[in-house]
Each structure stands twice: as C-alpha cells, then as structure tokens.
C-alpha cells in the first residue's frame, strides 16, 4: 500500500509561488499515476493537477490550468507541483493520492478513501 507524504505548503501574497512535494513510499510507485487534490474551507475536495504513468500526460482542472505545472521524479518517488501567480481562491489544504488506474484518477478525479495529512496553502494580502 502507498503512503505519501505532503510537504511545501505555507502562506504566500496573491501572486506570489510555492513549491509542494508529494513524497511516496512502497511497493509499485511507479507504476502509479499520481495527483494533487485540494480542499477549501467549507467545500467539497476537488482534482488539481495529476501525472499520468502511462505516457507521462499531464492533467489540469480548468482553474490551475497555465498557472501549475506538475513533475514526477521517480529516482526520488516525487511528484512535485509548482503553483505561479496564486489566487486567494487557491487557499485550501493540499492532498496527493495515487491509483494504478490513470482514467479513474486523472480524468474522473476519483480517490482512494484514504488521505495523507496534507499540506496548508494560504493565499492573502
């Protein structure tokens, strides 16, 4: 079973960038695909961003697009997702979760029950 560790969050100015890490541990990591999930306060979790295992494709929701860029390094079991040009309505606590089946996760944003602890994103002037 994977598990996962969320590091990178913190507080930032509208504008401004961070850089999270989704760190994993266990059996069959690479043959994974991998993604980012948020939840704002008082809202439903929702897809961010997710990197695919089979051909490496990216996958964007609508707001983040042109804005995030997602990376994997699995020498390291990393995905990364660098967020530019931050909007308050990026605030929110930051998930990653995996699934060996890229449809399911990176186009139906559907995710494993289980979470790790996240990551705390807080965009404000």
């Known amino acids: 079973q994977l598990k996962f560790v969320e590091t990178g969050g913190g507080f930032v100015q509208p504008g401004g960038s961070l850089n999270l890490s989704c760190t994993g541990s266990?059996?069959?990591?690479?043959?994974?695909?991998v993604a980012w999930f948020r939840q704002a306060p008082g809202k439903e979790r929702e897809g961010v961003s997710c990197?695919?295992?089979?051909?490496?494709?990216?996958y964007y929701a609508d707001s983040v697009k042109g804005r995030f860029i997602i990376s994997r390094d699995n020498t390291k079991n990393t995905v990364t997702l660098q967020m530019n040009n931050l909007k308050p309505s990026d605030t929110g606590v930051y998930y990653c979760?995996?699934?060996?089946?890229?449809?399911?996760?990176?186009?139906?944003?559907?995710?494993?029950?289980?979470w790790g602890q996240g990551t705390q994103v807080t965009v404000s002037s």
């Open positions: 979760a995996a699934d060996a089946a890229e449809g399911r996760l990176c186009l139906q944003w559907q995710a494993p029950a289980s």
């Open positions: 266990g059996f069959g990591w690479i043959w994974h695909s």
């Open positions: 990197f695919g295992s089979i051909d490496n494709q990216t």
